[in-house]
């Protein structure tokens, strides 16, 4: 017993010492550390961890309450081998932002853009990374409800498929966004061809910059989210949402 108690004592003092020399002058990384603790606590399921360390879509169903919102609940389907697919959401919640969405392994991986995308290579437009979201999500047109999480509108901005601009398919994707640095071909109704998604190396949530290649669709003049203001399925404006049925619409019919 004594020799536990003494083995205890011997374990804890230098943690005790180590910590009062933290709290004198916080060393970087315990700071980095320590914050990246409280945030994840607070989220209870990091984004970047939500692929290694928990289910699929924990963090997606954990923010939502289904009886309230609908939205549809987190389900990983069974991989079908087909193309992959893309979306992108207009959604003004509290900000407006743009959410764009690649399918990868089963889920669609997410970031929230702000600005939403440009098409002049010279633009770099910050994407945050949010929890990974249900394929079904891809068809989800309509109302959020306020006090919700993410209470607003949605609509569907654009969508259709993507690949690895290597032409590596999910095995070159799965890579790039473990590195922080994904490469890839649109092919939608609105956006075309090849784009990046660039990690920061910055603490906390992960945040990344959207990037349009240098290609034929490529477009120095024109602002794509002034141009397009209208929903790429059903032709709805924002308001014309926000004021109509919540309709659940889909083109895999
Ligand atoms: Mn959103």
């Known amino acids: ?33 320590a914050a990246r603790k409280s945030s994840a606590a607070k989220r209870k399921v990091s984004p970047s ?18 009886t309230r919102t609908r939205e549809p609940a987190g389900k990983v389907p069974k991989t079908k081998g087909k193309a992959l697919h893309f979306v992108i959401q207009k959604h003004a919640a509290s900000h407006l932002h743009y959410d764009w969405r690649l399918e990868l392994d089963g889920v669609m991986k997410s970031w929230a853009v702000p600005k939403g995308p440009s098409l002049d290579p010279s633009v ?13 999500y891809n068809t989800f047109e309509g109302t959020i409800p306020e ?7 949605v609509m569907l901005w654009d969508r259709g498929t993507y690949e690895a601009e290597d032409g590596g398919g999910a095995e070159s994707l799965r890579e790039g966004y473990r590195r922080g640095d994904l490469k890839f071909v649109m092919h939608g109704k609105r956006l075309c061809g ?60």
Not at 10 to 17: D, F, L, S, T, Y
Not at 235 to 246: F, N
């Open 124 to 136: 770099k437009r910050l994407a945050m990374e949010v929890e990974d979201h249900p394929i079904s």
């Open 194 to 253: 090849s784009w990046a998604l660039i990690r920061m190396k910055r603490p906390g949530r992960p945040q990344w910059l959207l990037i349009k290649h240098d290609d034929e669709c490529a477009d120095r003049k024109k602002d794509i989210t002034e141009t397009e203001v209208t929903s790429v399925v059903t032709e709805r404006t924002m308001d014309q949402i926000a004021t109509g049925r919540r309709v659940w619409h889909s083109n895999r019919s």
């Open 49 to 66: 961890s939500s692929a290694t360390q928990s289910a699929p879509l924990a963090a997606y169903n954990a923010k939502r309450d289904f």
């Open 147 to 153: 006090g919700e999480y993410g209470g607003g509108t």
């Open 1 to 33: 017993m004594a020799t536990k108690k003494a083995t205890k004592r011997a374990v804890k003092a230098p943690a005790k010492k180590a910590a009062k020399a933290a709290a004198k002058a916080p060393a970087k990384k315990a700071v980095k550390k």
